[in-house]
């Protein structure tokens, strides 16, 4: 195991515009602390509005280029970034564990997850096709070409630093286009990391360019992307209330926009579920990034005939499995939450539920290991009206509902305005197709807890989002579909 990767090789304090890292005008820095100690781990630029529109502009004359070479081409730069990537792993996951606080074994899983988007779309680069249509004309020929949108902006969320960068980028690179990239300001390094290894890769400069800056510059920085003209489309990966912001934004100029936003995934275990397997895909989907992704499950449905058995062994197996700590250390499943506003929040929806007659069978509160820890909670007699089943909780926190009926399961499955994940555990085949179809969400879950990959198409029906990534999905928000008629004949 690797405990003992070094992180320095790849930390960089400086954005990365045009092929050189360089400071904010301003002069300005911010700091990346780490969660679980609250130690400083660097500080990187703070840049602003005019440090973006600089960085669109080199996009955009680099755009002029990058469009004009193959898909063989940009797939061959591609490859020798992602295995670049492969050969610093370790590092890369030590990196993303400091400014993250996931255990070290998730964010090598991450870290993997997310060079495994840059193989695939370096592969998918060479098979982005057109058609040709059969012309109701004999004198005419009818052609539709795929061509890149142009330069895209895109803003990341802080819980997977690496994969979400590499998710929107390497599609976008894969089709032509050039991209300018705000990570989030808890957890820019990831993204900084990967810029050495695209140049090193051989990446033209303006390519892939990375704007770092904190929490107060976030919205003017968002809102020249959102605006310049320069700017084609907007990829967006966090709450639901931004991405609207950024949707409106976008308005001004008609960007195409892709959207992953807020989840409140329903978890439902039938009275036929294999209960043991139904146990580790909770534990699993749950606790996994401390509860902190769009796809944990959020309200854990149980069918009456095995409710009493599914949360005694749910409880047994918190107590066996879990183990709160700091990301580095050995056998670590619970690395602290982001920050101390999000402890803040998950311990309000905690307390709130408590008041209502909710029963905290384990945890319910923080943990002593420090200000950003929370325990692992396990909540029953949890009813629908309470904050922690209508809002996206994003920590660990289970909340239990006991329900009678299918049908009742799928109304309350449905009642959300969210329909990102949703997950069903049952060994009734007829119960599988009815369940899956009649889940209003973008993705399903049947008996497995953890669903994703670089293959298969990531997005959310309704106010979850818009547009799909990953998969050869992922390639549409970033190719214009052309027409081509030719006549004469
Ligand atoms: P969270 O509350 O979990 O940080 P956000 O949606 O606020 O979720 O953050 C996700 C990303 O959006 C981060 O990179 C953050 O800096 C950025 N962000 C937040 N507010 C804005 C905004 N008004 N305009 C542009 N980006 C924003």
């Given at each position: 195991?690797?405990?003992?990767?070094?992180?320095?090789?790849?930390?960089?304090d400086?954005?990365?515009?045009?092929?050189k890292?360089?400071s904010?005008?301003?002069?300005?820095?911010f700091?990346?602390?780490?969660?679980?100690?609250?130690?400083?781990?660097?500080?990187?630029?703070?840049?602003?509005?005019?440090?973006?529109?600089?960085?669109?502009?080199?996009?955009?004359?680099?755009?002029?280029?990058?469009?004009?070479t193959?898909?063989?081409?940009?797939?061959?730069?591609?490859?020798?970034w992602?295995?670049?990537?492969?050969?610093n792993k370790?590092?890369?996951a030590?990196?993303?564990?400091?400014?993250?606080?996931k255990?070290?074994?998730?964010?090598?899983?991450?870290v993997?997850?997310?060079?495994?988007?840059?193989?695939?779309?370096?592969?998918?680069?060479?098979?982005?096709?057109?058609?040709?249509?059969?012309?109701?004309?004999?004198?005419?020929?009818?052609?539709?070409?795929?061509?890149?949108?142009?330069?895209?902006g895109?803003?990341?969320?802080?819980?997977?630093?690496?994969?979400?960068?590499?998710?929107?980028?390497?599609?976008?690179l894969?089709?032509?286009?050039?991209v300018v990239?705000?990570?989030a300001?808890d957890?820019p390094?990831?993204?900084?990391?990967?810029c050495?290894?695209?140049?090193?890769?051989?990446?033209?400069?303006?390519?892939?360019?990375?704007?770092?800056?904190?929490?107060?510059?976030?919205?003017?920085?968002?809102?020249?992307?959102?605006?310049?003209?320069?700017?084609?489309?907007?990829?967006?990966?966090?709450?639901?209330?931004?991405?609207?912001?950024?949707?409106?934004?976008?308005?001004?100029?008609v960007?195409?926009?892709?959207?992953?936003?807020?989840?409140?995934?329903?978890?439902?275990?039938?009275?036929?579920?294999?209960?043991d397997a139904?146990?580790?895909?909770?534990i699993?989907?749950?606790?996994?990034?401390?509860?902190?992704?769009?796809?944990?499950a959020?309200?854990i449905?149980?069918?009456?005939?095995?409710?009493?058995?599914?949360?005694?062994?749910?409880?047994?197996?918190?107590?066996?499995?879990?183990?709160?700590?700091?990301?580095?250390?050995?056998?670590?499943?619970?690395?602290?939450?982001?920050?101390?506003?999000?402890?803040?929040?998950?311990d309000?929806?905690?307390?709130?539920?408590?008041?209502?007659?909710?029963?905290?069978?384990?945890?319910?509160?923080?943990?002593?290991?420090?200000?950003?820890?929370?325990?692992?909670?396990?909540?029953?007699?949890?009813?629908?009206?309470?904050r922690?089943?209508?809002?996206?909780i994003?920590?660990p926190v289970?909340p239990?509902?006991?329900?009678?009926t299918?049908?009742?399961?799928?109304?309350?499955?449905?009642?959300?305005?969210?329909?990102?994940?949703?997950?069903l555990?049952?060994?009734?085949l007829?119960?599988?197709?009815?369940?899956?179809?009649?889940l209003?969400?973008?993705?399903?879950?049947v008996?497995?807890?953890?669903?994703?990959?670089?293959?298969?198409?990531?997005?959310?029906f309704?106010?979850?989002?818009?547009?799909?990534?990953?998969?050869?999905?992922?390639?549409?928000?970033?190719?214009e579909?052309?027409?081509?008629?030719?006549g004469?004949?």
């Amino acid at each position: 195991m690797s405990q003992t990767a070094s992180y320095s090789k790849v930390l960089f304090d400086k954005a990365y515009v045009n092929g050189k890292w360089v400071s904010a005008s301003s002069g300005k820095t911010f700091k990346v602390m780490n969660p679980s100690d609250g130690k400083v781990i660097a500080s990187v630029p703070d840049m602003d509005a005019n440090d973006t529109t600089a960085a669109i502009q080199f996009a955009y004359t680099a755009f002029q280029t990058w469009k004009k070479t193959t898909g063989k081409e940009r797939g061959a730069i591609m490859k020798k970034w992602y295995a670049l990537m492969v050969e610093n792993k370790s590092d890369l996951a030590h990196l993303l564990t400091l400014e993250n606080g996931k255990p070290y074994a998730e964010a090598l899983g991450e870290v993997t997850y997310g060079l495994n988007f840059c193989e695939w779309y370096a592969e998918e680069a060479r098979r982005i096709y057109g058609e040709i249509i059969p012309s109701p004309i004999p004198t005419k020929r009818l052609l539709v070409l795929r061509q890149p949108v142009g330069v895209c902006g895109m803003i990341t969320p802080w819980n997977f630093p690496n994969a979400m960068v590499t998710r929107k980028v390497c599609a976008a690179l894969a089709a032509g286009c050039t991209v300018v990239i705000k990570p989030a300001e808890d957890t820019p390094l990831s993204s900084l990391a990967l810029c050495d290894f695209a140049e090193k890769a051989g990446m033209p400069p303006g390519v892939f360019n990375v704007v770092t800056c904190d929490r107060g510059n976030a919205p003017s920085v968002g809102k020249v992307l959102c605006e310049s003209p320069l700017v084609t489309a907007i990829s967006f990966t966090g709450s639901s209330a931004t991405g609207k912001i950024l949707l409106q934004q976008s308005a001004s100029t008609v960007k195409k926009c892709s959207m992953e936003l807020g989840g409140n995934a329903p978890f439902i275990v039938f009275n036929s579920a294999n209960l043991d397997a139904a146990v580790v895909g909770t534990i699993a989907c749950k606790f996994r990034c401390s509860g902190q992704t769009c796809v944990c499950a959020n309200r854990i449905l149980v069918q009456e005939g095995i409710y009493d058995a599914f949360v005694k062994k749910l409880s047994s197996a918190i107590d066996k499995e879990l183990r709160i700590g700091d990301g580095m250390e050995e056998g670590t499943t619970q690395g602290p939450l982001i920050n101390s506003k999000a402890v803040e929040k998950v311990d309000g929806l905690v307390q709130d539920a408590i008041k209502q007659g909710a029963v905290a069978i384990r945890g319910g509160k923080r943990h002593p290991r420090g200000p950003n820890f929370y325990e692992p909670t396990l909540l029953s007699n949890v009813t629908l009206n309470m904050r922690c089943v209508t809002e996206e909780i994003f920590g660990p926190v289970a909340p239990i509902i006991k329900f009678r009926t299918e049908e009742e399961a799928l109304t309350i499955a449905n009642g959300t305005s969210s329909g990102l994940a949703g997950y069903l555990y049952t060994q009734d085949l007829g119960q599988v197709w009815r369940v899956a179809e009649g889940l209003d969400f973008g993705i399903v879950g049947v008996n497995e807890g953890i669903i994703s990959a670089p293959e298969t198409p990531f997005g959310g029906f309704k106010e979850s989002g818009l547009g799909r990534e990953g998969g050869k999905y992922g390639i549409d928000d970033f190719t214009e579909i052309k027409y081509v008629c030719i006549g004469g004949i």
